[in-house]
Each structure stands twice: as structure tokens, then as C-alpha cells.
């Protein structure tokens, strides 16, 4: 896949995928496209509205995932290529015992927090716990979907295993939410409800700056443990609440991206005022679940 390598250029093509309502739109990036990645730049896009807060656990909105989730890793992720299928994060490999109501993860290996602290089992059991049983005073908005955990054990800094009270098909899936971001144990003992105003996470992309209503700045994160990641410098999401502002903000080429939804004549002025800029691709079922876009911006 080619990758945005600046803003420079002088002539910039524009992917949009908006079908018959969506969403997508990248300088310098061919969909599906099987060609080198190219290193360096900024990717700069919009977002409708900005975040209530900054915790993924708690929160149902699309304005937490799309400018804070490059901070972060999962456990699991759904495969933006393949997707449904569900491959590691932080996961390194899993077994399954044979009543599949114990879950064996391994983690890897010197995976370091934005801080330099090394990522341990103990803050994927932290994290977890927070989810499935918070303490009181903090929301976890998919607690339910975890009341199957039974408990979740550390026998050593690089495994977890999660034991369930009774076998559950869905369970993988369950924890390959995009809204699981790995949070670090010892500032969630300290207080549990420390990340809905900050951030610390071991993702791609370091927080750089947050100003109320205009912006998120992320930036490059050079410890990051996926050692080829990531191929930008940062990205700067931009708060327009507007959606014929956010078209217009494509259309003049200050966005490179739109993640969410633009009306089929948004969709049509984008097309006719960018011309051969642009492609518009159709995905299948006219809509991607919020993991998948937060899957594919960290990808990048």
C-alpha cells in the first residue's frame, strides 16, 4: 500500500470511500493497492465532533476511537485485510484449553508505554478487570459482554489467562473490541479513573497535543514494538462538526481524511470538484464498524 509521504505534493490524489454514505479518504494512498510503503509525513483529517472523554471503556462514540485509538494497542485486533478474521496485538499467540473455558495468551517481549515502562501481563489484567469489573464510581459501557470471565490470571510478566465460567464461541471476538485499548495497571491502582483525562498506552503514535474543540495531534512513536510501525511522522485530527464543512475542507485538500459519513450529494460535490484526484470505492454492505477504521489508521 502506498502511504502518504507529506503535504507538499503538488498534485494530490484523494481516495474517498463514502458508499452509499461513507467515509474514507487518504492523500498519496491506493486502496488495496500492493505497493512499497513510503515513509514520513502527516496525515491530517477530520473528525465530527470532538471526544466527551478520553476512555475507550467507558465510551460509544466514534469521536473517542477516531483521533485517540492510535495511542493505544489491543490484546486482539480484527484484521483490516481480511476482516473478520482476528489476529494478535499485544497477543503474540493463544491456546485454547479443550472445555474452551481457559484462554492462554502470550504476550511480546519488550513492548514499552509512551513513558518507557515495559507493558507486562499484569497491566493486560488491569485493564481487563477495569472492563469486566469496575470499581465503584467508574463506567465500563461493555461489562456486560465480559461477565462470562470468571477470574484472569498472571503466572508470569508474558502470559495471561482468562478463565470463563462456562465455554463461549464469541469470546475472541469479545476481546478483539476496538474499544479494549490496554491501559497501564500501576495508574489505574493509583486511580482507576486517570484515563478518561489522560493518556499513556503503548500504541503507534505518542500523544502530542489536545486544544478543546479544534484538534488532536499524535506523533511517532519511535519505541513502538512493531519495529517496521508506523509509516507516518503523525496526524492532526481536526474537530468540524459540520459535515458540508467537512466535505469542503476535502474538497480544497486541507483533509486527507473523512472517517465517518458523508451524504451521497456530499459524496457527488467531493467527486465533481476533485475529479481524476479522486476514487471512490464501494464497500461491501455500505459500512465498516468502527474497528476496522481504528484498525486501519493505526495501520498506517
Do not use: C
Not at 479443550?98 to 519488550?110: L, Q, S
Not at 465480559?146 to 503466572?155: D, H, L, N, Q, R
Not at 478483539?176 to 484515563?195: E, G, Q, T
Amino acid at each position: 500500500m502506498k502511504r502518504l509521504k507529506g503535504e507538499g505534493r503538488s498534485r494530490r490524489r484523494i481516495n474517498l470511500i463514502l458508499v452509499p454514505i461513507l467515509i474514507w479518504a487518504f492523500a498519496g494512498w491506493s486502496w488495496g493497492a500492493e505497493e512499497k510503503p513510503q515513509y514520513g509525513g502527516t496525515l491530517t483529517y477530520a473528525v465530527g465532533q470532538a471526544p466527551p472523554s478520553f476512555d475507550a471503556h467507558r465510551e460509544s462514540t466514534y469521536a473517542v476511537i477516531h483521533p485517540i485509538a492510535p495511542h493505544y494497542s489491543l490484546l486482539l485486533k480484527f484484521d483490516p485485510k481480511t476482516y473478520p478474521k482476528i489476529v494478535g496485538d499485544l497477543a503474540e499467540s493463544w491456546t485454547v484449553s479443550t472445555d474452551h473455558k481457559a484462554y492462554t495468551f502470550k504476550i511480546h517481549k519488550g513492548v514499552k508505554f509512551h513513558d518507557g515502562s515495559l507493558l507486562t501481563s499484569k497491566d493486560i489484567k488491569a485493564t481487563y478487570d477495569k472492563i469486566f469489573s469496575p470499581p465503584p464510581g467508574v463506567l465500563s459501557a461493555r461489562k456486560a459482554f465480559y461477565e462470562v470471565i470468571e477470574k484472569i490470571e498472571t503466572p508470569d510478566d508474558h502470559t495471561v489467562v482468562f478463565r470463563l465460567k462456562r465455554p463461549a464461541a464469541s469470546f475472541l471476538t469479545s476481546l478483539a473490541s476496538p474499544w479494549n485499548w490496554i491501559y497501564k495497571a500501576d495508574l489505574l491502582a493509583k486511580d482507576p479513573r486517570w484515563y478518561e483525562k489522560n493518556v499513556m498506552g503503548t500504541g503507534a503514535f505518542k500523544f502530542g497535543e489536545y486544544v478543546t474543540g479544534s484538534h488532536w495531534v499524535g506523533k511517532k512513536h519511535e519505541g513502538y514494538f512493531q519495529k517496521d510501525r508506523p509509516y507516518l511522522d503523525g496526524y492532526r485530527a481536526v474537530f468540524i462538526r459540520d459535515v458540508g464543512a467537512r466535505a469542503s475542507a476535502i474538497r480544497g485538500g486541507r483533509m486527507q481524511a473523512e472517517f465517518r459519513f458523508f451524504s451521497p450529494s456530499n459524496r457527488d460535490d467531493v467527486v465533481r470538484a476533485v475529479g481524476d484526484k479522486v476514487t471512490v470505492q464501494e464497500l461491501l454492505g455500505g459500512s465498516v464498524e468502527h474497528g476496522d477504521l481504528q484498525l486501519r489508521a493505526k495501520a498506517l
